[in-house]
């Protein structure tokens, strides 16, 4: 029975909606009061901020998490190693990345489950197994990578791994564990800001602005299997299939609805663009000083230490702040988001709202995996690389499969009611998925061919 004393109805996919056709989130609890002041504001119909406000951090964390250090490592080589050439494949990414957030945050809205829950719902608990073990495989080494961040912009300065990786482990799982969704959404949206440093870094570069435009607007064809793989690579990082569950998962454990997403749209475009802006800023200022100067770069620590004798060391400073503050970032969203799949994939509750003083799968899998990762990271001398590269193999098996599901789950009358994909939207996500597919066809047959 809901709060009226009336039993909620059953839509015919067995998903539970109230009587006015709003879904309840059955995986969100309200034990400590989960952004009360902005479901009141929402309630109360106030004024276009205050209705924005009440849904904004979905579409932000999810599109800036994405710049984390493996995509400030893809847009620095991109840039690094071809100059301007291959910037166009950033707005071109960013695009597809609009597209396919603002399809999973309708069907979270729609129907009050994550991608797994929704996968289990629909296609029976089996498949949501799959999902939750597949993004398990996939997300672990990105975790890896997130703490492996923080170690090299920690590193700039003196600090060792084995020192920085578990106390950032530590802070993160405290803030998640014991703050409110509130809360930890406020200083998750706070770090984020910092990777505006990155825009700061590329006018200290003082890039040539004509050609910057030219080659963001024009697309030229890698002449080369590395440059193949360079525009594969920046497409992967910025529709990771982890920031696709996380944005629909998160979207849900903040009560965002049907009703919602007008404004919701705008948080998602908001932090697409600024993805997109970032990852640009980050590509042209190693096009500025780096390819000018012909130095090659593996990680985004050796961009930050190239930098300082072309650029300054303010700029290194700049570059190795907006490290340390992506890879925060994306260390608490990537377990968050593998948490919240793990949960939703064997039926257990899964919000930032749970009641922390009894155990919780949801807290138990977040700490888990943290651990893990920062464990890995401070252990001196251990090859990160091989397992980082292996994630990303699984995360370009999974973008199809991922993409798909969502395109097929949008599309579906029963599932979404009112929320459909209309016909144009049908097109242009096959349309997409096409391109994704001849992305990932492209560097298979690069890795092929370039051995």
Known sequence: ??????????????????????????????????????????????????????????GLLAGLS????????????????????????????????????????????ATGKGFAGIIRAHWGR????????????????????????????????????????PIACVLISAMVVFGSFYRVERILLIISSTLALYIVAAILAAPDWQAVWTNALVPNFPESTAGWIAIAAALGTTLAPWGLA????????????????????VDVVIGSVLTGVIGMAIAIACAATLYRSGIRITDAGDAALALQPL????????????LLGASLLAAAIVPLAT???????????ASLDLDSRHFQLFYAAFIGL?????????????????????????????????????????SDKVLMGEAQSDRST??????????????????????????
Not at 311 to 318: E, K, N, P, S, Y
Not at 339 to 349: D, F, S
């Open 126 to 165: 089996n498949w949501g197994y799959v999902a939750a073990v597949g993004l398990l495989f996939a997300n672990f080494g990105t975790i890896c990578a997130e703490y492996a961040g923080i170690a090299a912009a920690c590193g700039l300065v003196g600090i060792p791994a084995w020192m920085s990786a």
């Open 370 to 410: 943290s651990v893990a990762a920062a464990s890995v990271v401070a252990i001196p001398g251990l090859p990160l690389i091989p397992m980082i590269y292996s994630s990303q193999v699984v995360n370009a098996v999974l973008l199809p499969l991922h993409v798909i599901a969502l395109q097929l789950l949008a």
């Open 311 to 322: 650029a300054g060391r303010f700029a290194t400073i700049l570059f190795g702040a907006g």
């Open 339 to 349: 948490a919240y799949t793990i949960a939703e994939g064997i039926g257990a509750p």
């Open 426 to 451: 049908v097109i242009a996500g096959w349309i997409s998925i096409v391109l994704v597919f001849a992305c990932i066809a492209a560097l298979t047959l690069s890795w092929l061919g370039g051995g």
């Open 66 to 109: 994405d710049d984390d250090p493996a995509g400030i490592t893809t847009y620095s080589i991109l840039g690094a190693d071809f100059g301007y050439r291959l910037l166009w494949i950033i707005p071109a990414s960013t695009l597809l990345l609009i597209q396919f957030h603002l399809m999973a945050v309708r069907i979270g809205a």
């Open 246 to 265: 996380f944005i629909q998962s998160y979207a849900v454990d903040k009560k965002i609805t049907v009703a919602n997403l007008r404004w919701e749209k």
């Open 1 to 58: 029975m809901n709060h009226h004393g009336k039993h909620p109805r059953k839509s015919p996919n067995g998903i539970l909606r109230h009587r006015q056709g709003t879904p309840i989130h059955a995986t969100a609890h309200h034990k400590r009061g989960i952004m009360a002041q902005f479901s009141r504001i929402r309630g109360a119909g106030i004024g276009a901020v205050a209705a924005f406000m009440a849904v904004l951090g979905p």
